[in-house]
């Protein structure tokens, strides 16, 4: 059973940052692709950035290059995203997902989400 366990969350004005945390336990943690998602009050949810295994490989959303960096400690069994230059349309619920594979946006691992707010 696989658990993720976001924190980190919270408010900040635009310009400054966040750091997220997702705690990871109950499978092969580095072995597997992760991901951050978001999701604002009346959209979809979106794919933010995803990483490899192993971390060698980083993909991200064009909204957030240049300012966002996803990253992973794999003796930690712990995968961040660092938030820089945050603007107010980054305010969302911010979730943490984890799959086998790494090529597209389909996870089946979710956290419980943090919350997000720029203003």
């Known amino acids: 059973h696989v658990q993720l366990v976001e924190s980190g969350g919270g408010s900040v004005q635009a310009g400054g940052s966040l750091r997220l945390s997702c705690a990871a336990s109950g499978y092969t943690y580095n072995r597997n692709c992760m991901a951050w998602f978001r999701q604002a009050p009346g959209k979809e949810r979106e794919g933010v950035a995803r990483?490899?295994?192993?971390?060698?490989?980083?993909y991200y959303v064009d909204s957030v290059k240049g300012r966002f960096t996803i990253y992973r400690d794999n003796a930690k069994n712990t995968m961040y995203l660092q938030m820089n230059s945050l603007k107010p349309e980054d305010t969302a619920m911010y979730y943490c997902?984890?799959?086998?594979?790494?090529?597209?946006?389909?996870?089946?691992?979710w956290g419980q989400g943090t919350q997000v707010t720029v203003s």
């Open positions: 990483i490899s295994g192993y971390g060698s490989n980083t």
């Open positions: 997902a984890a799959d086998a594979t790494c090529g597209s946006w389909a996870f089946r691992n």
